[in-house]
Nanobody
């Protein structure tokens, strides 16, 4: 069974930075693409960023391009989301997710992800 555990959320002022981490269990972590999604109160869950199984390609929500960076450390079964220039509209619960298929291309749709973490709260004050 795959487990994903997020950490690093918190309260930050607008313009500040946070780094989210996601620790994954399992021996085949490096075979799967990973993604970050978020859900704000009263809104649907939305894609934020994704990284290929190899780390060779990344994909971002337009509104976070240039501010957020996704990365992974396959040796330590971890994926990260560095968030700079945070805005109040970035406030949400952030979820880490693992793709359903090995060696798949980078995915932005939630249906392509089979495992999800419990989420970590990010709150950006104005």
């Amino acid at each position: 069974q795959v487990q994903l555990v997020e950490s690093g959320g918190g309260l930050v002022q607008a313009g500040g930075s946070l780094r989210l981490s996601c620790a994954a269990s399992g021996r085949t972590f490096s075979n799967y693409g990973m993604g970050w999604f978020r859900q704000a109160p009263g809104k649907e869950r939305e894609f934020v960023a994704a990284i290929a199984w190899s780390g060779g390609s990344t994909y971002y929500l337009d509104s976070v391009k240039g501010r957020f960076t996704i990365s992974r450390d396959n040796a330590n079964n971890a994926v990260y989301l560095q968030m700079n220039g945070l805005k109040p509209e970035d406030t949400a619960v952030y979820y880490c997710a693992r793709c359903a298929r090995q060696y798949d291309r980078t995915r932005w749709d939630a249906r392509s992800y089979a495992y999800w973490g419990q989420g970590t709260q990010v709150t950006v004050s104005s």
